[in-house]
C-alpha cells in the first residue's frame, strides 16, 4: 500500500464520521461522549491494574502498596 492510498482511506474514514455527527443533535453526541468516556475509563483502570499485579508478581511492591493502589 501507497502513503497515498492510506491517506486517501483515512480522509473517507473521517468525511463518513463528521457526516454521522453532523445528523446527532446536540443530546445525540452527549449520550456519545458519555459512552465514549466510560469505556475508556473501564480500559485505563484495568491497564494500571494490571500493571499494579505485575509489580506485586516481580516483587517490586508489597502486598499492602497494592492493596492501598487498588482501593
Given at each position: 500500500m ?7 482511506f ?11 455527527l ?31 499485579y ?7 511492591i508489597?502486598?499492602g502498596?497494592?492493596?492501598s493502589?487498588?482501593?
Amino acid at each position: 500500500m501507497t502513503t497515498e492510498r492510506i491517506s486517501a482511506f483515512l480522509t473517507y474514514c473521517i468525511a463518513v464520521l463528521m457526516a454521522w455527527l453532523g445528523n446527532m443533535d446536540l443530546k445525540d453526541i452527549g449520550t456519545l461522549a458519555g459512552i465514549v468516556l466510560g469505556v475508556l475509563m473501564t480500559f485505563i483502570s484495568w491497564y494500571y491494574k494490571r500493571k499494579t499485579y505485575q509489580l506485586l508478581i516481580s516483587g517490586k511492591i508489597s502486598r499492602g502498596q497494592y492493596e492501598s493502589a487498588n482501593r
